[in-house]
Every structure is written in C-alpha cells, then in structure tokens.
C-alpha cells in the first residue's frame, strides 16, 4: 500500500515526450552518445544516460519504490503549496514558460521560498525533484506502447531499467490521481519537455 502511495503521485506526469527537431538537441545527444561511458575513481564503469536528442545530458537517477516515494511526498507537498496559493501557481507558470533550458527549471522552484522549503523538507533539492520528474517522464514516455509508439532505437542499461520499472507501476498510476486531487494536491508546474533541451 506505501508504494502505491508514493507512486500514485506521478500520475499527473504521465507527458508523452515528442520527438525533438533542433540542430542543437542532435548535437547534445551525439556528444551525449560519445560519451556515454566514463571511467569513475576506483575503476567503475558509470553510464551516461543521453542516448536521444531529447535526452541532452540529463543523468537519470534509479528509480526504487524509496525514492518513488520520498518523490511523491515532495510532490504532495508542493502541490498542497500551490493549491493554497493560486498567484504563486500562475507565477510560477508563468515563469516556467520561458525557461530555455530544463536543467534551468529548477530555478523557478528555488525562487519560490515555500516550494524551495516544501521539497526541501522531503529531502530533495529542487534541481533534484525535477531532474527526477524528467527521469521518471522519460522513462514513461520510452514504455508507452500506444498508438503512434516507435520503441527508442537505443537505451542504456539505466534507461531500460527505468522504464522497465514505470511500466511495471503503470497500473497503479491512475489509481492515485484520485487521491491527490481529494487531498488538493494535484497542481504541479511541470518543467518543459519537449520544446527546450536538457
């Protein structure tokens, strides 16, 4: 039950990412792609995860049931911020709307003190809670089979854990939503995902 809980909360995230055209996105993902293995202190391999134009060089984070659910608290809590203050959600919306770059997002957040303190308090950072709402709506959009769906022509082996793991909760998704918005949690201002890169 705790992990439907925690997973329920990101319903609301569910974007279908599209596929992105600018020169500049191909050209992050190619630098993306060479380096796509490091060699990290103590001889470990880690893995990059930028293996598409939309990707950039977003590092996706492994999804768990725990980090699932620290994020769906920090996602009810802000949603609870935004409810309780409408001129904050249509500023912040506002603001997102001319954000040029997804890792800049974060920004809008942090200059929100009661949203800085309510994702804070859940033990993320802004730049954190959104990069792990990218890593989460990528990881859907790469499982979704409906209509239209063409699978990735490559992924990591991060990347397929990750959707692997959203396609398996997908059932529980919808479920949840419910919840939120009985507990006036729902509003979220989502970060772009398609017209601007990471």
């Known amino acids: 039950m705790a992990v439907r809980h925690a997973i329920g909360a990101l319903t609301l995230m569910a ?18 792609k060479e380096q796509s293995e490091v060699t990290a202190g103590r001889g470990t391999t880690v893995t990059k995860l930028s293996m598409s134009p ?3 060089d977003l590092q996706e984070t492994p999804l768990t049931t725990d980090l ?6 920090a996602r009810e809590s802000v949603g609870r911020e935004f409810y309780r203050d409408t ?6 919306e506002d603001a997102m709307r001319k954000v040029t770059r997804q890792r800049e997002a974060y920004k ?7 949203l800085k303190e309510a994702v804070e308090f859940n033990g993320l950072t802004t730049a954190s809670f959104l990069d792990l709402f990218l890593t989460i709506t ?9 209509y239209g769906a063409r699978p990735p022509a490559s992924m990591t082996p991060l990347q397929s854990a990750n959707t692997a793991f959203m396609t398996q909760h997908a059932s529980e998704l919808t479920a949840m939503e419910n919840r939120l918005s009985r507990n006036r949690a729902w509003q979220f ?7 601007v890169p990471y």
């Open 15 to 32: 974007v279908t990412a599209g596929p992105a055209h600018a020169q500049g996105l191909a050209q992050a993902a190619q630098k993306a």
């Open 54 to 56: 939309l990707d950039g």
């Open 68 to 73: 699932l659910q620290q994020y769906a608290q």
């Open 87 to 92: 001129t904050m959600y249509n500023r912040v």
């Open 108 to 114: 809008v957040y942090e200059a929100e003190p009661k």
């Open 138 to 146: 990528r990881a859907q959009s790469r499982g979704y089979t409906g």
């Open 189 to 195: 201002v989502r970060p772009p995902t398609t017209r």
